[in-house]
């Protein structure tokens, strides 16, 4: 036999294994042994030792001796080495042709059969993230809304993006300041930024992107996150890449070691959540636009109900209506905005 699957491995480890144990033990198997009998339950077990060499005859014909394992070894493991060698091989091979045809898909302005417009669902969105990435050349951008991407998902991003990095491809990728709150994210920043990466932090809600060479751009389908959609419309992947240039412009290089930024950014914050109040949004779609959760958010608000001594929503609602903020004004204008205590409680004067 030319090789072995895994119905033969099975067959050594369960029976093989302990009647050659037993034949090294008592120094062979004599041809009259009952366990070698033909109706014999271990019959195959000594079928397949002597078909593998572990046993063979004595030159008298009276028993079975066994024989070095590690002899017989290369006989069986090495054609099987070379066969997975062979598979791989064959299957890189594959993967290769496959990847030129993809690239040569997805470069054609307008496909004919998906248009200039490809739907994605489910695990689909992630495999063909992978094989874009994979094509970049040149340049590579990124809209992260949230910090929610959790440590397997940011370490499999870093290792996709740290190989874009060290072909020559320039990556840059813009967060919501929530995301400073992120140990997982801190690390991913950390190990592309040191390879070249640019990352900024913004106030504002927006929604993922990613635009690769400005030629191709990924975005969500909806308000379904199963579902997105590559875009290869020249016109549109402008458009969005315009989008992405001016939010860039606003945003925050994302570092702890500067101290005056970090207290910009916290005054953004507050100045973002005071927004979100004025518009009368509610706290599940503010803290959406925070990029922070529902509990964080109400901290938020507390905040600001502690800053203006007002005891409950209403309250403050109706301070800030008196001193007419919008969560837009300057430090300067906010330094002379402070409540006063008869206002913030409501009363006359």
């Known amino acids: 036999m030319s090789s072995y699957g895994p119905e033969h491995r099975a067959l050594l480890e369960s029976q093989a294994a302990p009647l050659y144990e037993a034949a090294v033990a008592e120094g062979g198997l004599r041809t009259d042994d009952p366990r070698l009998a033909e109706e014999a339950e271990t019959r195959p077990a000594f079928d397949l030792l002597v078909e593998l060499g572990l046993l063979h005859l004595d030159p008298e014909g009276a028993s079975y001796l066994p024989e070095d394992p590690t002899s017989v070894q290369s006989r069986v493991v090495s054609p099987l080495s070379q066969d997975a060698g062979r598979l791989l091989e064959e299957?890189?091979?594959?993967?290769?042709?496959?990847?030129?045809?993809?690239?040569?898909?997805?470069?054609?302005?307008?496909?004919?059969?998906?248009?200039?417009?490809?739907?994605?669902?489910?695990?689909?969105?992630?495999?063909?993230?992978?094989?874009?990435?994979?094509?970049?050349?040149?340049?590579?951008?990124?809209?992260?809304?949230?910090?929610?991407?959790?440590?397997?998902?940011?370490?499999?991003?870093?290792?996709?993006?740290?190989?874009?990095?060290?072909?020559?491809?320039?990556?840059?990728?813009?967060?919501?300041?929530?995301?400073?709150?992120?140990?997982?994210?801190?690390?991913?920043?950390?190990?592309?930024?040191?390879?070249?990466?640019?990352?900024?932090?913004?106030?504002?809600?927006?929604?993922?992107m990613i635009v690769v060479d400005r030629r191709v751009a990924v975005i969500p389908g909806g308000d379904d996150l199963r579902v997105a959609i590559a875009v290869r419309e020249p016109s549109v992947v402008a458009y969005l890449v315009d989008v992405?240039?001016?939010?860039?412009?606003?945003?925050?290089?994302?570092?702890?070691?500067?101290?005056?930024?970090?207290?910009?950014?916290?005054?953004?914050?507050?100045?973002?959540?005071?927004?979100?109040?004025?518009?009368?949004?509610?706290?599940?779609v503010s803290a959406k636009r925070l990029g922070v959760s529902p509990r964080t958010y109400a901290g938020y608000v507390a905040d600001l109900k502690d800053e203006y001594e007002a005891e409950t929503r209403f309250q403050l609602g109706y301070t800030m209506g008196r001193l007419g903020l919008s969560g837009t004004e300057s430090d300067a204008s906010r330094a002379g905005s402070r409540p006063d205590p008869d206002d913030a409680a409501g009363g006359e004067g």
């Open 91 to 208: 299957s890189s091979q594959w993967a290769r042709a496959f990847g030129g045809l993809a690239q040569t898909w997805r470069r054609a302005p307008h496909s004919e059969r998906g248009g200039p417009f490809t739907y994605l669902r489910d695990h689909a969105i992630s495999t063909y993230l992978d094989g874009l990435v994979a094509e970049v050349e040149e340049e590579m951008l990124t809209a992260q809304p949230q910090a929610g991407r959790d440590a397997a998902t940011l370490e499999a991003a870093a290792r996709r993006d740290i190989a874009a990095l060290e072909r020559g491809v320039r990556i840059r990728t813009l967060y919501q300041h929530s995301a400073r709150r992120s140990t997982v994210t801190h690390r991913y920043v950390a190990s592309v930024t040191e390879r070249g990466a640019e990352v900024r932090t913004l106030d504002e809600f927006f929604n993922r």
């Open 244 to 284: 992405f240039e001016r939010a860039w412009e606003r945003g925050r290089a994302f570092t702890n070691k500067d101290t005056s930024m970090l207290k910009d950014i916290a005054v953004e914050q507050r100045q973002m959540t005071i927004r979100m109040l004025v518009e009368g949004h509610a706290d599940p």
